[in-house]
């Protein structure tokens, strides 16, 4: 089992820049993938991004792209999503997730997500 704890959220103006870490519990962390997603009231949390158990696979919802990045670091049981150029349409609750399920490399589909943080607000103003 692992716990998740992000922190980083904020309150920042269009065109800035936040950075996200999630702290997991734990001394498997390198055994799950693990995810970025997000979610505004009265719409289902979405995907945002996600990375492989070693790092060297990633994804990113396509709205994201070029603008924000995922990493990892196993060594310190935490996972990072630099955002970039923030736009209102940001504007969630983003929440760090980890899977440990094994038939999925680089899992997209929050179903496949075992553990989840309690969130952290991004505000983005315009």
């Known amino acids: 089992q692992v716990q998740l704890a992000e922190s980083g959220g904020g309150l920042v103006q269009a065109g800035g820049s936040l950075r996200l870490s999630c702290a997991a519990s734990g001394r498997t962390f390198s055994s799950y993938a693990m995810g970025w997603f997000r979610q505004v009231p009265g719409k289902e949390r979405e995907s945002v991004s996600a990375?492989?158990?070693?790092?060297?696979?990633?994804y990113y919802v396509d709205a994201v792209k070029g603008r924000f990045t995922i990493s990892r670091d196993n060594a310190k049981n935490t996972v990072i999503l630099q955002m970039n150029s923030l736009k209102p349409e940001d504007t969630a609750v983003y929440y760090c997730?980890?899977?440990?399920?094994?038939?999925?490399?680089?899992?997209?589909?929050?179903?496949?997500?075992?553990?989840w943080g309690q969130g952290t607000q991004v505000t983005v103003s315009s």
């Open positions: 990375i492989s158990r070693t790092g060297g696979i990633r």
């Open positions: 997730a980890a899977s440990q399920n094994r038939d999925y490399i680089c899992p997209r589909d929050r179903d496949l997500y075992n553990y």
